[in-house]
């Protein structure tokens, strides 16, 4: 794939976006339904719907959220299911709609997604039937009205639909017993809503698409509010620095990461939709075997992942042996691509696996190496289309090229601010619009970035973000615990993984008694996979604990 404008950055950059080019991201997809109407969208478990039966659907499942449950422009409608074909359907009628879209981990525990459901203010939810007695649990403590619930094989054909909800209820025990008397199924809202009461809504620029939630820089859970001229913003860029190299209409993707992280949902299930490709859902990528079978059957031509997920794949053998002839795209986000695993991917699948770097907070694509790299280099990237990135000393003064310092975005990606968060929002944006990302870069003299460090305590798992403050909050409620101090270790893994240094005031408590009690109020990806025990933690002399201290104490011990 060829892009002049790369031989040389900065002299030749990526051209400007028209940001008017679409109204909305609505009218995106709706363009994507009427050209590319008989190719197909998204594949899931053998069953493949075409864009223009996602269009009757999407439609369909609108039509029900604004005549039958009454739902208003800007209402907040929550999506909690791993990758099934329920998704794309639910999260295309809740746009057309003119609702808001509140994407929910569902993994999640109580405490987590009542603090979601609340701090968003969701009046509906589509939920799979595997989290759903969690929802029960918290549900009165929330303002949720109405409850979608449906089985991961609700929209496969018949009867491997039936077959599969009865193996993953009955024979693998994956559906604890739940109770909410309120709810309707999935399946029942599209055959009650009426596709001819649809009523198309005035959703424009300004309007916000999603409420997508993220740690930010520091603290708990924020809404990052995303609007539809953010995210239309990111399908342009993305797009022109794919460039010629995309041919619509004949593309297949490979999606395993969750679509309800923005990685995953805005490159494979948005911009590939606006150029009519295969989305090939992966609902569970842990089970390698399954996951690596399902790549057998397609020529597939993109992928996108984590480094963790490609390192994993590069252990398997049945993958190695993979037809790659296809391939011409390999994604690396959400956490920084390893050396070792970038190239043992070129020399399995003969692809450089390209690095690119985002945030929640900018849709989330702001950097992206050039698709024409013949080696990879450890690097970000340049700036997108549109994109501005400068590096800052601590009292936001740029820096020069060479020299270390906080990474700032600016672009019509970026966020238009933390939910009801006003001084969250203000502690990461400059007055002249630049996003403080809290990442700590360097510039090339080509204009390549380079992320360093990390400038706050955030610890990256797997692509996730991981804040010391929530793990310590949580673990802390432990009747035998007094004290909890949290940080990132390396990890091969995962990158990063978790470590808590605790002081116990019950002697016998064990780590596995810490363990797992932490599984009961953290999501998988935040439980500590190493407890530490001490008789006291470093402390400023008002008394806040010193995490800096216990981290240099971890890499002296490296030394």
Same mark, same amino acid.
């Given at each position: 794939?060829?892009?002049?404008?790369?031989s040389?950055?900065?002299?030749?950059?990526?051209?400007?976006?028209?940001?008017?080019?679409?109204?909305?991201?609505?009218?995106?997809?709706?363009?994507?339904?009427?050209?590319?109407?008989n190719?197909?969208?998204?594949?899931?478990? &053998?069953?493949?719907?075409?864009y223009?039966?996602?269009d009757?659907?999407?439609?369909?499942?609108?039509?029900?959220?604004?005549n039958?449950?009454k739902l208003?422009? %800007?209402?907040?409608v929550?999506?909690?299911?791993?990758?099934?074909l329920?998704?794309?359907?639910?999260l295309f009628g809740?746009?057309r709609?003119?609702?808001?879209?509140?994407?929910?981990?569902?993994?999640?525990?109580?405490?987590?997604?009542?603090?979601?459901?609340?701090d968003?203010g969701?009046?509906?939810?589509?939920?799979?039937?595997?989290?759903?007695?969690?929802?029960?649990?918290?549900l009165?403590?929330t303002?949720v009205?109405?409850v979608?619930?449906?089985q991961?094989?609700?929209?496969?054909?018949f009867?491997?639909?039936?077959?599969?909800?009865?193996?993953i209820?009955?024979?693998?025990?994956?559906?604890p017993?739940?109770?909410?008397?309120?709810h309707i199924?999935f399946?029942?809202?599209?055959?009650? &809503?009426?596709?001819?009461?649809?009523?198309?809504?005035?959703?424009?620029?300004?309007?916000?698409?999603?409420?997508?939630?993220?740690?930010?820089?520091?603290?708990?859970?924020?809404g990052?509010?995303?609007?539809?001229?953010?995210?239309?913003?990111?399908?342009?860029?993305?797009?022109?620095?794919?460039g010629?190299g995309?041919?619509p209409?004949?593309?297949?993707?490979?999606?395993p990461?969750?679509?309800?992280?923005?990685?995953s949902?805005?490159?494979?299930?948005?911009?590939?939709?606006s150029?009519?490709?295969?989305n090939?859902?992966?609902?569970?990528?842990?089970d390698?075997?399954?996951?690596?079978?399902e790549?057998?059957? #397609?020529?597939?031509?993109?992928?996108?992942?984590?480094?963790?997920?490609?390192?994993?794949?590069?252990?398997?053998d049945?993958f190695?042996?993979l037809?790659?002839?296809?391939?011409?795209?390999s994604?690396g986000?959400?956490?920084?691509?390893?050396?070792?695993?970038?190239?043992? #991917?070129?020399?399995?699948?003969?692809?450089?696996?390209?690095?690119?770097?985002?945030?929640?907070?900018?849709?989330?694509?702001?950097?992206m190496?050039p698709?024409?790299?013949?080696?990879?280099?450890?690097?970000?990237?340049?700036?997108?289309?549109?994109?501005?990135?400068?590096?800052?000393?601590?009292?936001?003064?740029?820096?020069?090229?060479?020299e270390?310092?906080?990474?700032?975005?600016?672009?019509?990606?970026?966020?238009? &601010?933390?939910?009801?968060?006003?001084?969250?929002?203000?502690?990461?944006?400059?007055?002249d619009?630049?996003?403080?990302?809290g990442?700590?870069?360097?510039?090339?003299?080509?204009?390549?970035?380079?992320?360093?460090d990390?400038?706050?305590?955030m610890?990256?798992?797997?692509?996730?973000?991981?804040?010391?403050?929530e793990?310590e909050?949580?673990?802390?409620?432990?009747?035998?615990?007094?004290?909890v101090?949290?940080?990132?270790?390396?990890?091969?893994?995962?990158?990063?993984?978790?470590?808590?240094?605790v002081v116990?005031?019950d002697?016998?408590?064990?780590?596995?008694?810490?363990?797992e009690?932490?599984?009961?109020?953290?999501t %998988?990806?935040?439980?500590?996979k190493i407890v530490e025990?001490?008789?006291?933690?470093?402390k400023?002399p008002? &008394?806040?604990?010193?995490?800096?201290?216990?981290?240099?104490?971890?890499?002296?011990?490296?030394a």
């Open positions: 794939m060829s892009h002049p404008w790369f040389s950055y900065p002299d030749q950059v990526p051209h400007e976006i028209d940001i008017n080019e679409y109204k909305s991201v609505v009218d995106v997809f709706e363009q994507s339904f009427s050209k590319f109407k190719n197909p969208s998204f594949t899931c478990m &053998g069953k493949t719907y075409t223009g039966e996602l009757n659907l999407s439609k369909k499942f609108a039509s029900y959220l604004q039958d449950l208003s422009k %800007g209402s907040r929550a999506l909690m299911m791993p990758n099934i329920q998704y794309p359907i639910a809740i746009l709609a003119g609702l808001i879209a509140v994407n929910v981990n569902p993994l999640y525990t109580e405490r987590e997604l009542e603090h979601q459901l609340n968003a969701v009046d509906a939810i589509v939920i799979f039937a595997n989290s759903a007695h969690i929802l029960q649990k918290v009165p403590k303002k009205k109405h979608m619930v449906t991961i094989g609700d929209l496969l054909s009867p491997k639909s039936l077959l599969v909800n009865f193996v209820k009955n024979v693998k025990k994956m559906v017993a739940w109770d909410i008397p309120s199924n399946n029942d809202t599209l055959a009650i &809503g009426d596709e001819s009461k649809f009523k198309k809504q005035d959703v424009g620029h300004d309007d916000i698409a999603f409420l997508q939630y993220t740690g930010g820089t520091t603290g708990v859970a924020k990052a509010v995303l609007t539809h001229k953010n995210i239309i913003a990111n399908m342009l860029q993305a797009r022109s620095w794919i010629s995309i041919e209409g004949k593309e297949i993707i490979i999606t990461l969750p679509l309800y992280h923005i990685f949902l805005t490159a494979n299930c948005l911009v590939f939709c150029v009519g490709a295969q090939i859902l992966i609902t569970n990528p842990r390698f075997n399954g996951f690596v079978k790549l057998s059957k #397609w020529k597939f031509t993109a992928i996108t992942g984590v480094n963790t997920l490609y390192n994993a794949l590069l252990n398997n049945a190695r042996n037809d790659f002839s296809a391939l011409k795209l994604l986000g959400g956490t920084a691509v390893q050396r070792s695993v970038a190239e043992r #991917w070129k020399e399995v699948t003969g692809i450089v696996l390209i690095e690119a770097y985002g945030l929640t907070e900018t849709s989330p694509a702001a950097c190496n698709l024409n790299m013949s080696e990879f280099n450890g690097m970000i990237g340049l700036p997108i289309s549109s994109t501005i990135v400068k590096v800052l000393d601590d009292d936001g003064n740029e820096l020069a090229q060479g270390t310092g906080e990474i700032a975005i600016k672009g019509p990606q970026v966020m238009q &601010g933390y939910y009801n968060r006003p001084e969250d929002t203000a502690a990461v944006m400059t007055s619009g630049f996003f403080k990302t990442d700590i870069g360097i510039m090339d003299e080509k204009g390549y970035f380079k992320i360093v990390r400038k706050k305590d610890v990256l798992v797997s692509g996730f973000n991981v804040y010391p403050n793990v909050d949580a673990i802390v409620g432990h009747e035998g615990i007094l004290e101090a949290a940080i990132g270790v390396p990890s091969e893994k995962s990158g990063e993984a978790v470590k808590i240094f116990r005031t002697k016998n408590l064990t780590e596995s008694d810490i363990v009690y932490a599984k009961t109020v953290l %998988g990806y935040k439980v500590p025990f001490r008789e006291e933690l470093p400023t008002v &008394g806040k604990i010193l995490r800096k201290d216990l981290r240099n104490e971890e890499l002296s011990k490296k």
